[in-house]
């Protein structure tokens, strides 16, 4: 699964050996050519990063293509999205391109076509023409339409164009192979009418170009060199290169290659279209969703994405990769490049009673000690009243537990050592109050008391503190591959999302939009996009470690 020594993988091959050949002229230029019907999510990452990384590594360039030749399903808003979504991923096109600006284009070549006599207009049903196409096993039979002359096609056709007919009135359809025994190239549909109005061409047009009518073609009037698609179209390529050949256009070639699957999610637009419009998320760039919007928000980073798409490969066979891999990219990332803080969500009050209650002190921890110089240090705060975590005190602690009890002793991070002689619990029982003494010549990186304890807690001075929402999200599905399932919002794990309060320590009022925080022992965290200046919100990226399997195993 992971590609590790850095073999080339098979469309490098084959690029290589074009280059070697002087195929295409020594050129590569490919093209993303995404529907603008949805969202960008983390399978298109990985064509992205193919595509766009092919161009990067043979000098070459990149195409946008959006391929907008579903007037119903598109939207101006999305093709915004995915511009911003392709550059934040750290990807520049080289054009970009619309399929409908081709429509004349296209137009035109439908009527070659008929002229050739491998066109024709069906007034048959849908019903009608999947009928008459037959089975794998049996050839299908022409529908009455297939013997019309050229003129009157091209009289047929033009009247299509003209607004003459209602949806599904007629098609056109290349005149192929009723017998073949790959379907797609049994007399496929090449234009259908709909009567709707394009993000684009507004009303010009009433009859639009089919996937397969407009695909190869725009990647031949762009002269892409390498056009690479998911293995679904593989049974498509005899129609991409008949439709070249018989234009007799610019020869592109397809390659397929194995789409991204990821546990624990769904990864097509249409699904998670629903899950917008059904509310199981707030939007499309809820951090809980695969798209890259969502991961954004929820604190991933445009290198983690890249890394992770590397690491995955390019196969040519479909298979179904752990989301502990994305998480472990993100966390690996963010150990080098997170500022450290120190928060508080389940909060207990550790007094410290051998300073004066108008104690306060300024202390000081590095940004990030993972590089040298740390990045510089913040200031935190310290006074006699501190929170601490309630499960950093035990009343009657087990002999390894290294942090609080009565007379067991804890480094507070960033601070002193402190030991703890007492507690007070409130009318419920339950421990409100944890009481220590502090060492006074234990402070960290100047400590002079010779003392040694194994553990060190995170903590937050009372008077200092300020409070602020945190959001803990959990993976969306319960089943490992809900896609499989008929209804996959069955499988919507309803705690995907827990909300609680938190104390952090003040530097982080200051906290920057898409930088990423380590909470020390809690996990990554950054600012979610809905956070204002008096009511912050961090959402947590990803926990330290992958507990996510341990708890699967304890059930
Ligand atoms: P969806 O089913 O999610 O709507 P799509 O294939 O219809 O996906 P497009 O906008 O047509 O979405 O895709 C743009 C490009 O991204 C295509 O070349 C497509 O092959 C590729 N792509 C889409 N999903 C994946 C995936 N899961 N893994 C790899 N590539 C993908
Ligand atoms: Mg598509």
């Known amino acids: 699964m992971i590609n590790e020594e850095k073999s080339l993988n098979f469309i490098e091959e084959i690029i290589e050996a074009d280059l070697r050949n002087g195929t295409h002229d020594g050129r590569v230029l ?16 990985k064509s992205i990063c193919l595509n766009f990384g092919l161009g990067q590594k043979y000098n070459g360039q990149t195409n946008l293509r959006f391929d907008d030749t579903n007037p119903v ?6 093709v915004e999205s995915i511009k911003n979504d392709i550059q934040w991923l750290g990807f520049n096109w080289a054009q970009e391109l619309y399929t409908s600006d081709y429509f004349d284009t296209l137009y035109q070549y439908a009527i070659d076509l008929i002229k050739k ?14 009928a008459a196409k037959g089975t794998p096993t049996e050839p299908g039979v022409p529908t009455p339409n297939r013997s019309r002359s050229i003129e009157e096609n091209l009289v047929l056709f033009q009247e299509m164009k003209d607004g003459k007919y209602q949806d599904g009135e007629k098609v056109l359809r290349a005149k192929i192979d009723l017998a073949n025994p790959n379907m797609h190239l049994r007399d496929p549909l090449l234009y259908r009418i709909k009567h ?3 993000h684009r061409t507004g009303n010009k047009w009433c009859i639009y170009p089919m996937y397969d009518f407009a695909h190869g073609q725009s990647d031949s009037i762009e002269k892409i060199t390498h056009s690479i698609c998911t293995l679904e179209f593989i049974p498509h390529r005899a129609l991409y290169d008949w439709c070249i050949e018989k ?13 991204l699957n990821m546990t624990y999610t769904v990864m097509s637009k249409r699904k998670l279209l629903q899950l917008v419009n059904d509310k199981f998320v707030e939007s499309w760039d809820d951090p809980r969703m695969p798209t890259i919007s969502g991961l954004r928000r929820r604190g991933y980073t445009p290198a983690s994405i890249r890394t992770f798409c590397d690491k995955i490969g390019v196969a040519k066979r479909e298979n179904m990769i752990d989301v502990s891999l994305l998480e472990f990219c993100i966390r690996e990332d963010l150990n080098k490049t ?6 508080v969500l389940d909060p207990i009050k550790l007094v410290i009673t051998n300073l004066p209650s108008d104690h306060i002190e300024e202390l000081h921890g590095e940004n990030n000690p993972e590089v040298e110089g740390g990045e510089g240090s913040r200031m935190i705060p310290f006074s006699n009243e501190l929170w601490i975590e309630r499960d ?3 009343e009657d602690a087990p002999k390894k537990f290294f942090r609080l009890g009565p007379g067991l002793s804890v480094r507070l991070k960033n601070a002193y050592i402190v030991t703890c002689h007492d507690f007070v619990k409130d009318a419920n029982g339950q421990v409100a109050e944890v009481h220590c003494t502090y060492v ?3 402070k960290s990186g100047e400590d002079t008391s010779g003392m040694k304890v194994k553990g060190t807690i995170h903590w937050v001075s009372v008077p200092h503190a300020k409070e602020t929402e945190i959001r803990l999200y959990d993976r969306l599905f319960n089943d490992e591959n809900p896609a499989a399932s008929e209804n996959f919002k069955e499988s919507i794990n309803p705690d995907s999302l827990k909300i609680s309060k938190a104390f952090i320590e003040p530097d982080l009022l200051n906290a920057i939009p898409g930088k990423g925080y380590q909470f020390i022992r809690l996990g990554y965290f950054t600012l979610d996009t809905s956070s204002k200046p008096d009511h912050l919100v961090f959402n947590r990226t990803v926990g330290l470690k992958d507990s996510w399997a341990k708890e699967v195993k304890k059930g």
């Open 30 to 45: 490919t093209r993303f050519p995404p529907e603008p019907n949805g969202y960008l999510h983390i399978g298109h990452a």
């Open 73 to 78: 399903t598109e939207d101006t808003e999305y």
């Open 117 to 130: 006599d491998l066109a024709y207009v069906d007034d048959s049903t849908a019903e009608e023409i999947a």
């Open 196 to 198: 709707a109005h394009h």
């Open 247 to 259: 234009l007799e256009i610019y020869p592109s070639k397809q390659y397929e290659f194995a789409r």
């Open 338 to 343: 997170a500022w450290r803080r120190m928060a």
């Open 392 to 394: 950093d005190f035990m």
């Open 440 to 442: 006074p010549n234990s």
